[in-house]
């Protein structure tokens, strides 16, 4: 083997061997309001809660209200939500206004569905 080809042989030797490295996004911190509404607070003393709630499959609520209107913040799966006589379709991702009015929440997602509640209720303690 002449000396031309061992260099060439030993170029490529060391390319095969030198593990490639790709420049990768490096991940940058973000914030977005994901919901913004203005509540006039019933009482001077306020109790804020987060709630999780967890729907199996074709899982649906009666009808009902929550003490305390606010955002909701679907995790995961897919919601029907009736309120105050309108439908929508919330799924992962998605932030909706619960006012309070009279409501019925259905998994149509055919999985487990996952939601985020956070209310304030005035504090009867």
Request: avoid cysteine; glycine fraction near 6%; aromatic fraction near 8%.
């Amino acid at each position: 083997m002449s000396v031309s080809s061992m260099k060439s042989l030993t170029t490529i030797l060391l390319f095969i061997a030198t593990p490639t490295v790709f420049a990768e996004a490096k991940p940058v911190f973000s914030r977005s309001v994901l919901m913004e509404n203005k509540v006039e607070l019933p009482s001077k003393n306020i109790v804020s809660r987060t709630i999780r709630v967890i729907f199996p499959p074709a899982f649906k609520t009666p009808l009902h209200t929550h003490e305390g209107p606010g955002p909701r913040y679907v995790v995961k799966g897919k919601l029907k939500v009736i309120e105050g006589g309108s439908t929508h379709i919330y799924q992962s991702g998605d932030v909706f206004w619960e006012s309070g009015q009279l409501m019925s929440v259905e998994n149509v997602s055919g999985q487990t569905a996952e939601l985020i509640i956070v209310e304030s209720v005035p504090d009867t303690q």
